[in-house]
């Protein structure tokens, strides 16, 4: 197809098209003239992945081409795919602190093991930290109940991983993480207005 | 206290707290001078919620300041009130989707009741729309095991909300909402990676 009915199946203007291609975040076409090229489906299903990333996702362009590039070199085994998928995508949160020692005991208790340098593991330290200067540390009642949630989550999505192939489960890998976490946020917060208006106003909504 | 001993207990430069207090983030104190003025211990507590917000909790300053506007005028009920401060929280993902009704159904099967106009409700149909347009639209079963853990964690979060105090109220779901948040996609993340360990290493993580 050419680019003007790629962009109509992407969904996306026609100038956005030629920027990802420029960017290298989408492969070129086939050259069939000087300034003509022909794109195939999987052209369509990359620029799909791009828009994905960039737009709900919320990933910068150049946090996208980090997460593409784990997505086109796969390491070796799936684990060190999806490791380096994660490592490419940006934490949920910023500020790397300064100690993970308590963080780390709390994965201790719950016997799951993960590796030193995961950025996920200094969101979770700094964030911590966070709420204990903000006057509201989180109990280790809390932090198992979240324990206990993302863990139901987390392993099922592991579970759902395709295991054919290993550039199939990066994308997977990296399509889910991105966009299933506005999901779960998203119903966080859903649930609370629900639960609010069940206790504050005796459930009239 | 003066303003370098409030600075110090923050953990905040001088610089920054006379940031806040220029726009209006945090109160003036009391005037010891013509250039000089006293702070107390509520100074320090309001310094510390901006920190959290603007820091880990990944706020702008004018987006703060909103959120900030709804913890300092809390409406009638604590119901109206946590509506409040969760409106002016920026919503975990930025596009506006033109259609609800698939979002709103899934709600209707669990019977949750929120707002028609609730952000979250927003987020949660653009991510929906987002994954389908990737290739990986989310399935039934995946919806109601994201939503069964995020059900269990949203009541109980609402449970602990002090009840006796509207400002307080507000002030905890704000915290808890915006900081409780990196918590629990870090803990997601790190679940999926001590699952993809067992799955895919056979257990040496």
């Known amino acids: ?117 995961s950025p996920a593991l200094h969101t979770l330290a700094g964030a911590l930290q966070a709420l204990r200067a903000a006057g509201f540390p989180a109990s280790e009642d809390l932090l198992d109940r979240y324990a206990r949630a993302a863990g139901e989550i987390g ?4 579970a759902d991983v395709p295991s054919d192939s290993v550039a199939e489960a990066v994308r997977f890998v990296v399509v889910n993480t991105v966009l299933l976490e506005p999901v779960l946020l998203a119903l966080r917060r859903l649930a609370q207005e629900d639960g609010s208006g069940r206790r504050f106003t005796g459930g009239a909504g």
């Open 1 to 117: 197809m050419q680019i003007s009915e790629l962009a109509r199946r992407a969904d996306l203007p026609v100038a956005t098209v030629k920027y990802y291609l420029r960017e290298g975040l989408v492969p070129q076409g086939e050259l069939t003239g000087a300034t003509r090229a022909r794109y195939d489906e999987d052209h369509l299903a990359r620029l799909r992945l791009v828009r994905a990333l960039t737009g709900p996702g919320g990933l910068s362009v150049a946090a996208a081409r980090e997460v593409l590039a784990a997505v086109d070199a796969p390491a070796g085994s799936v684990h060190e795919a999806l490791g380096a998928a994660h490592r490419a995508l940006p934490p949920p949160s910023g500020d790397a602190p300064p100690d993970v020692a308590e963080a780390r005991a709390h994965l201790e208790r719950w016997g799951w093991r993960v590796a030193p340098d």
């Open 155 to 158: 392993r099922q999505d592991v």
